[in-house]
C-alpha cells in the first residue's frame, strides 16, 4: 500500500463547479504539499501545510491531522484548472517528499 | 538565477551510454532533491541533499545511478550503462533547508526527459 492515496485518479468537470480532490496518508507527517503540474508544464508548488486550512486565491486546501486527510478544493473553476494535482507527504526532519501518483483534472468549458 | 534550471531539457540516448543531467537550484536553497517521472506515473524520490552531502539516497533504483552536489550548489546525476527502463523525465527540486524560514517549500526545474533507444 502507498503512504500516499490520492481520489480520484480522473475528474472530468464542467466550468464553473466546485472542485474536491483528496489525500489520504498513512504515516506521521512534518507537512503536506498539494502540487499542480499543467499536461507538458512544469511542477509548481501550490500549498504546503500542517494544520487547518490554507487559501489562495479560488484554492482552499484543508488537512485533518488526526484522520490523515487532506482535501484541495477548486471554486469557480474554469479549463485552466485542468491539470495533475499531486499531494505529498515530508514525514521526517530531512524533509523528503513522498507523493501520490495524482489527480488529473480535466475542466471542460 | 529566478528559478531551478535544468540541462539538457531532452537528452537521446543509446543504451548502455552514461548520461549526466544537472541541476542549477535557487541560489541560497541548501536542500536539493531529484525525482523521477516515468510516463503515467508518479513522482518518484531519488535522492536529497542537504549542503553537499546526501543524507538520503534510498531511492536510487540501482548502483548505475549516482549523485553529486558541490559548493552547497549545483548537483549532477549521473546514470552509467543505461538502459531503456531508465527513460524518464528527471526533476530537480530545491528549497530552504532546515532552520531557514519557509523550510520546505519545493520549486521545481522544468526538467530533463531522457529518452534511451
Known amino acids: 500500500k502507498n503512504e500516499v492515496e490520492q481520489s480520484p485518479q480522473n475528474l472530468t468537470a464542467q466550468e464553473g463547479e466546485f472542485i474536491t480532490i483528496n489525500c489520504s496518508y498513512s504515516v506521521g507527517i512534518s507537512a503536506l504539499h498539494w502540487l499542480q503540474q499543467h499536461p507538458g508544464g512544469g511542477i509548481v508548488s501550490l500549498f504546503m501545510?500542517?494544520?487547518g486550512k490554507k487559501k489562495h486565491g479560488r484554492l482552499i486546501a484543508t488537512i485533518n491531522i488526526q484522520e490523515k486527510h487532506s482535501s484541495l478544493h477548486i471554486t469557480a473553476s474554469h479549463p485552466r484548472d485542468s491539470a495533475v494535482y499531486i499531494c505529498?507527504?515530508?514525514?521526517?526532519?530531512?524533509?523528503?517528499?513522498?507523493f501520490g501518483k495524482g489527480t488529473l483534472l480535466t475542466v471542460n468549458p | 538565477g529566478a528559478g531551478v534550471s535544468q540541462s539538457p531539457s531532452n537528452k537521446v540516448t543509446e543504451k548502455g551510454k552514461d548520461v549526466e543531467l544537472r541541476c542549477d537550484p535557487i541560489?541560497?536553497?541548501?536542500?536539493l532533491y531529484w525525482y523521477r517521472q516515468s510516463l503515467g506515473q508518479g513522482l518518484e524520490f531519488l535522492i536529497y541533499f542537504q549542503g553537499n552531502s546526501a543524507p538520503d539516497k534510498s531511492g536510487l533504483p540501482s548502483d548505475r545511478f549516482s549523485a553529486e552536489r558541490t559548493g552547497g550548489s549545483v548537483s549532477t546525476l549521473t546514470i552509467q550503462r543505461t538502459q531503456q527502463e531508465d527513460s524518464a523525465v528527471y526533476l530537480c527540486?530545491?528549497?530552504?533547508?532546515?532552520?531557514?524560514?519557509?523550510?520546505?517549500?519545493?520549486?521545481f526545474g522544468e526538467g530533463s526527459r531522457l529518452t534511451v533507444l
Open positions: 505529498g507527504i515530508s514525514g521526517g526532519s530531512n524533509y523528503k517528499l513522498t
Open positions: 541560489s541560497g536553497h541548501t536542500a
Open positions: 527540486a530545491s528549497s530552504l533547508g532546515p532552520g531557514q524560514g519557509n523550510a520546505g517549500e519545493l520549486f
Open positions: 501545510l500542517s494544520s
